[in-house]
């Protein structure tokens, strides 16, 4: 069993920047993968960027140059910077652990980039 909790949200201007961590608790043996996902008001959740085992990032052309997620496997902690901060960027943040047959989801936390 992995427990995953989200930290770091906020409020923010347009062009700052904030990281956000998820924390992994628990057996952390046989995770394939770790993403971050997004979901505002009246939108679908949304990928943003995945991170592998082996270490390959993969982001959403949204994100794309802004956002950079990264892992310190000695801290069982996933992170995402993100700078230049838009509005359209305001969402739920949530990470997720993936193994073979089961996924770990976080409980969200809330982004908003606003003036």
């Known amino acids: 069993q992995v427990q995953v909790v989200e930290s770091g949200g906020g409020l923010v201007q347009p062009g700052g920047s904030l990281t956000l961590s998820c924390a992994a608790s628990g057996s952390s043996s046989s995770i394939t993968a770790m993403d971050w996902y997004r979901q505002a008001p009246g939108n679908q959740r949304e990928s943003v960027a995945t991170?592998?085992?082996?270490?390959?990032?993969t982001y959403a052309d949204s994100v794309k140059g802004r956002f950079t997620i990264s892992r310190d496997n000695a801290k069982n902690t996933l992170y995402l910077q993100m700078n230049s901060l838009k509005p359209e960027d305001t969402a739920v943040y949530y990470c997720?652990?993936?193994?073979?047959?089961?996924?770990?989801w976080g409980q969200g936390i809330q982004v908003t980039v606003s003036s």
């Open positions: 991170i592998t085992s082996g270490g390959t990032a």
């Open positions: 997720r652990y993936r193994r073979p047959g089961r996924d770990y």
